[in-house]
């Protein structure tokens, strides 16, 4: 069964960091495009980063320098190390994986909260 799990969310100070993990189930992680999205409430889902088979990586202009994405394709893992977290991050997170010409999967989210 294909399943894309989040963890790491929670409630964290301004300025402070936090570690989402996104392990993957039920088909080949180290051949597929994996990226972190965010939805404020009220708003749009977001792309945050994303990071390729071979390990490039891209991020929106809003995490540039604080965030950094990685990949551990030995434990089906995809990372976001978020640093210096503002209020303005507050939003859940979902992790997705996708591929030319294949299916997109989406996990459910872990939310992530920046108090003032």
């Known amino acids: 069964q294909v399943q894309l799990v989040e963890s790491g969310g929670g409630l964290v100070p301004h300025g402070g960091p936090l570690r989402l993990s996104c392990e993957a189930f039920?088909?080949?992680?180290?051949?597929?495009?994996m990226s972190w999205h965010r939805q404020a409430p009220g708003g749009t889902r977001e792309l945050v980063a994303t990071?390729?088979?071979?390990?490039?990586?891209n991020y929106a202009e809003a995490v540039k320098g604080r965030f950094t994405i990685s990949r551990n394709n030995a434990k089906h893992t995809v990372y976001l190390q978020m640093d210096n977290l503002k209020p303005d991050d507050t939003a859940m997170y979902y992790c997705k994986s996708n591929q030319l010409g294949q299916p997109v999967y989406w996990g459910r989210g872990t939310q992530v909260t920046v108090s003032a």
């Open positions: 039920g088909f080949l992680f180290s051949d597929r495009i």
């Open positions: 990071i390729s088979p071979g390990g490039s990586t």
